[in-house]
């Protein structure tokens, strides 16, 4: 069966139509990257693994100040969670858990959820 000029015109309109659509249309994934959280946390790094009684470095609120602001939908929030725990891992015991524990609300920023080591991130809204 021999497809009409007409029935070409339409596949390739539908076509054009669905790539459109699917670049216009908002996707599920996440705008942050892991490379993204760990630059805006490194300033962090030095209070998170230093004494206990080392102040919070400035550039370590400003970048989880900057970082809070740019996760503004739950995919993200999510995928920072993600990061934080790998990169929590692969620090392994260096990390002061209460200092960790404790950096948001040192930096002014509230979250509706506990940060700890088994926070399941899917459950990050």
């Not at 996760?71 to 929590?88: F, P, Y």
């Amino acid at each position: 069966m021999a497809i009409s000029k007409m029935q070409k015109v339409c596949a390739c309109l539908f076509l054009l139509c669905m790539v459109v659509i699917s670049f216009s249309s908002p996707h599920a994934e996440a705008a942050i990257s892991c490379s993204t959280v760990y630059s805006n946390l490194a300033p962090c790094l030095s209070y998170l693994m230093g004494s206990s009684k080392q102040a919070v470095p400035a550039g370590c609120c400003s970048g989880i100040q900057s970082l809070y602001t740019a996760a503004s939908t739950t995919t993200d929030r999510q995928s920072v969670c993600s990061c934080l725990k790998a990169g929590a891992a692969s620090l392994g015991s260096s990390i002061d858990t209460n200092k960790a524990a404790t950096l948001l609300n040192k930096c002014g920023v509230t979250v509706p959820y506990k940060i700890s080591p088994n926070i399941d991130c899917s459950k990050v809204q």
